[in-house]
């Protein structure tokens, strides 16, 4: 396999750069200019090359890129001009800053000087800084053949980096980076512009409405204090809770703060429409995002950026300023993401993946056999807890069934439990909810018992000691520094630690991070399901191509001419078990249509 690292200098200025503009923006741009591309072909020897756009074209073609993998670090830029402004796409992509947050964590600080000097590679020199505002053209000869040595230093580094890092990866992973960049380097996503330009307008003005309607500026919403002091005006006490930052308390205004949603359904008409202009006016994430696709829609179709490895679980997350991770189910910007012309869209879901995984990693053989055999597990659980049979359970029981199934199998508690439900409209006293959880644990007790295993494995992890974990010991192990998954890449707790009072934590950015046994248990069961999809996706991909992956989901389209054919692969494979997993109970649910937001289930 040929490997051709490669780095691109561009032009940048104190407006114009990649602080200021996504890598989409800044590559398409009218202002982009190639300053100079240095290239190795596996231990070769290093080239720097600068010329006009033609000249740098035809260099760079002058390389077998059909045969050849190319290789940077943050791919996501350089496959990026690579593939848009030189029409160039080879056999497929390599990344070492996605590897290294594999192996490295991402809480690690990844940047390929901080990795150079971590691995004593070198260091990376800062010729970059004195290029801001050139044009090519503003060069001279030793400005240039210094900017050059400065690159040719940075392929060397990335080549070297990727000799270290890349006995860590199976064949598997390093085909799940080149899908990810893929997704990005050859969009095949559209977007509906005369959709997101109405949709735009009308979230201007139903913010309006809604700071009309409360009779307060936009000043007073968005200040925490004086949002504070006008709630206390109508005689409403602010919530708060302890920030996780300072350890002190706080306003708890954020739209995922259970005490500022509970406002919304308050008494008061004043409050209720407060807090809906609050969220209109302090969350503009459905105004800025509509936004960038409109800018996006101009420009080109939809390239999709994830960031692979993104959580220490292995799992994808929104890169770019644009995380399509998160956009809410009922959201229009979903509908206005569409197949090209004369294709449809495909989104396979897997089925309640993790509750099926933390069963079967337990050998909570029961839950499993209920899951392998389609039976309703949820009304089981509800038979559980209403003692009453199932055909008997009503719907709301039944709710309360799934929402035990899917939320206490990682040590949930009674009063999250509560709150859980609340969200959903269903109140229950905290004292029901206890006993709830109870049946739970003694109905599925190998559940519990994992995670008394995940708080001893900690200790494990601290002694650098090698254990089994759960009953599928292939599938999982604690290895010194972490957990590997079946992948061979570690969930690792950085600098592990226990204190007095026997509470573990680890370092991340943000300070110490508190973990226990059922948060283990979530994070090890999410990398194994993550594994498992990952190699669900690949197979999707030798027939369709994958356009996107959102949690268990992968996303693809497909010639609307094989239609049916290609809705039964794509079943197919996710209901497909590696071999690894061979008796965990997948399954999942296929939709299709015309665009990501008007999908129909598939039933086969």
Same mark, same amino acid.
């Given at each position: 396999?040929?490997?051709?690292?490669?780095?691109?200098?561009?032009?940048?200025?104190?407006?114009?750069?990649? $602080?200021?503009?996504?890598?989409?923006?800044?590559?398409?741009?009218?202002?982009?200019?190639?300053?100079?591309?240095?290239?190795?072909?596996?231990?070769?020897?290093?080239?720097?090359?600068?010329?006009?756009?033609?000249?740098?074209?035809?260099?760079? $073609?002058?390389?077998?890129?059909?045969?050849?993998?190319?290789?940077?670090?943050?791919?996501?830029?350089?496959?990026?001009?690579?593939?848009?402004?030189?029409?160039?796409?080879? /056999?497929? &992509?390599?990344?070492?800053? $996605?590897?290294?947050?594999?192996?490295?964590?991402?809480?690690?600080? =990844?940047?390929?000087?901080?990795?150079?000097?971590? #691995?004593?590679?070198?260091?990376?020199?800062?010729?970059?800084?004195?290029?801001?505002?050139?044009?090519?053209?503003?060069?001279?000869?030793?400005?240039?053949?210094?900017?050059?040595?400065?690159?040719?230093?940075?392929?060397?580094?990335?080549?070297?980096?990727?000799?270290?890092?890349?006995?860590?990866? $199976?064949?598997?992973?390093?085909?799940?980076?080149?899908?990810?960049?893929?997704?990005?380097?050859?969009?095949?996503?559209?977007?509906?512009? *005369?959709?997101?330009?109405?949709?735009?307008?009308?979230?201007?003005?139903?913010?309006?409405?809604?700071?009309?309607?409360?009779?307060?500026?936009?000043?007073?919403?968005?200040?925490?204090?004086?949002?504070?002091?006008?709630?206390?005006?109508?005689?409403?006490?602010? *919530?708060?809770?302890?920030?996780?930052?300072?350890?002190?308390?706080? &306003?708890?205004?954020?739209?995922?703060?259970?005490?500022?949603?509970?406002?919304?359904?308050?008494?008061?008409?004043?409050?209720?429409?407060?807090?809906?202009?609050?969220?209109?006016?302090?969350?503009?994430?459905?105004?800025?995002?509509?936004?960038?696709?409109?800018?996006?829609?101009?420009?080109?179709?939809?390239?999709?950026?994830?960031?692979? #490895?993104?959580?220490?679980?292995?799992?994808?997350?929104?890169?770019?300023?644009?995380?399509?991770?998160?956009?809410?189910?009922?959201?229009?910007?979903?509908?206005?993401?569409?197949?090209?012309?004369?294709?449809?869209?495909?989104?396979?879901?897997?089925?309640?993946?993790?509750?099926?995984?933390?069963?079967?990693?337990?050998?909570?053989?029961?839950?499993?056999?209920?899951?392998?055999?389609?039976?309703?597990?949820?009304?089981?659980?509800?038979?559980?807890?209403?003692?009453?049979?199932?055909?008997?359970?009503?719907?709301?029981?039944?709710?309360?069934?799934?929402?035990?199934?899917?939320?206490?199998?990682?040590?949930?508690?009674?009063?999250?439990?509560?709150?859980?439900?609340?969200?959903?409209?269903?109140?229950?006293?905290?004292?029901?909810?206890?006993?709830?959880?109870?049946?739970?644990?003694?109905?599925?007790?190998?559940?519990?018992?994992?995670?008394?295993?995940?708080?001893?494995?900690?200790?494990?992890?601290?002694?650098?000691?090698?254990?089994?974990?759960?009953?599928?010991?292939?599938?999982?192990?604690?290895?010194?520094?972490?957990?590997?998954?079946?992948?061979?890449?570690?969930?690792?707790? /950085?600098?592990?630690?226990?204190?007095?009072?026997?509470? #573990?934590?680890?370092?991340?950015?943000?300070?110490?991070?508190?973990?226990?046994?059922?948060?283990?248990?979530?994070?090890?069961?999410?990398?194994?399901?993550?594994?498992?999809?990952?190699?669900?996706?690949?197979?999707?991909?030798?027939?369709?191509?994958?356009?996107?992956?959102?949690?268990?989901?992968?996303?693809?389209?497909?010639?609307?001419?094989?239609?049916?054919?290609?809705?039964?692969?794509?079943?197919?494979?996710?209901?497909?078990?590696?071999?690894?997993?061979?008796?965990?109970?997948?399954?999942?649910?296929?939709?299709?249509?015309?665009?990501?937001? =008007?999908?129909?289930?598939?039933? =086969?």
């Amino acid at each position: 396999m040929n490997i051709i690292t490669i780095d691109f200098e561009t032009y940048y200025d104190k407006d114009f750069s990649l $602080s200021k503009l996504t890598t989409e923006e800044y590559v398409r741009d009218e202002r982009f200019e190639t300053i100079g591309v240095g290239v190795r072909v596996n231990e070769g020897e290093t080239k720097w090359f600068s010329g006009t756009f033609v000249e740098t074209s035809r260099f760079l $073609s002058s390389y077998n890129w059909e045969e050849s993998y190319a290789l940077a670090h943050n791919t996501l830029f350089d496959a990026a001009i690579l593939s848009w402004q030189f029409g160039i796409s080879p /056999r497929g &992509w390599l990344d070492t800053l $996605s590897m290294a947050r594999a192996t490295d964590g991402v809480e690690a600080g =990844n940047s390929l000087a901080k990795l150079a000097v971590r #691995y004593n590679l070198g260091v990376k020199g800062q010729e970059v800084l004195n290029a801001l505002g050139k044009r090519r053209s503003d060069f001279t000869p030793e400005e240039l053949a210094r900017y050059g040595e400065y690159c040719k230093n940075d392929v060397n580094l990335t080549y070297d980096l990727f000799k270290i890092l890349v006995p860590h990866f $199976s064949k598997t992973e390093l085909r799940l980076i080149d899908i990810t960049l893929r997704m990005f380097a050859k969009p095949i996503l559209q977007l509906n512009l *005369p959709m997101l330009e109405l949709h735009l307008d009308e979230v201007k003005t139903r913010k309006e409405k809604l700071l009309e309607a409360c009779m307060a500026d936009k000043d007073t919403l968005m200040s925490n204090d004086k949002f504070a002091e006008m709630l206390k005006s109508i005689g409403v006490d602010p *919530p708060t809770k302890i920030s996780p930052t300072t350890g002190k308390e706080t &306003w708890a205004f954020a739209k995922s703060d259970e005490g500022f949603k509970a406002l919304a359904d308050y008494p008061d008409e004043r409050v209720q429409a407060l807090v809906a202009a609050r969220l209109g006016t302090k969350s503009t994430l459905e105004e800025t995002r509509t936004e960038r696709f409109i800018g996006i829609a101009k420009r080109g179709s939809m390239p999709v950026p994830l960031r692979y #490895y993104a959580a220490h679980t292995g799992r994808w997350g929104g890169d770019d300023k644009l995380n399509l991770q998160n956009i809410p189910r009922k959201s229009l910007l979903k509908k206005a993401i569409e197949p090209p012309e004369g294709y449809i869209l495909i989104n396979a879901d897997s089925s309640q993946i993790e509750a099926r995984t933390v069963a079967w990693l337990a050998g909570q053989s029961n839950l499993v056999e209920a899951f392998e055999n389609g039976d309703d597990v949820y009304k089981i659980m509800a038979s559980a807890i209403y003692n009453k049979d199932i055909q008997d359970i009503t719907d709301q029981e039944r709710f309360v069934g799934k929402t035990t199934i899917l939320g206490a199998g990682y040590g949930m508690g009674a009063q999250k439990f509560q709150l859980q439900l609340n969200v959903f409209g269903v109140s229950l006293e905290i004292a029901e909810c206890q006993r709830i959880i109870s049946v739970y644990r003694e109905t599925y007790p190998y559940i519990p018992q994992l995670w008394k295993d995940a708080g001893r494995a900690l200790d494990a992890i601290i002694r650098s000691q090698s254990v089994s974990l759960g009953v599928q010991p292939q599938v999982i192990q604690v290895v010194p520094g972490g957990i590997q998954l079946p992948s061979g890449l570690c969930i690792t707790y /950085r600098d592990l630690q226990i204190d007095s009072d026997n509470q #573990y934590s680890y370092a991340t950015r943000r300070g110490r991070t508190k973990i226990y046994g059922g948060k283990v248990v979530e994070n090890f069961t999410q990398g194994v399901a993550r594994c498992a999809v990952g190699e669900q996706m690949l197979r999707i991909s030798k027939r369709y191509q994958v356009a996107l992956t959102v949690h268990d989901s992968v996303v693809c389209v497909a010639p609307k001419a094989e239609q049916d054919e290609a809705l039964k692969y794509v079943q197919d494979c996710m209901r497909w078990r590696p071999d690894w997993c061979s008796t965990l109970p997948l399954n999942c649910e296929v939709e299709y249509g015309d665009s990501y937001g =008007n999908l129909t289930k598939f039933k =086969n």
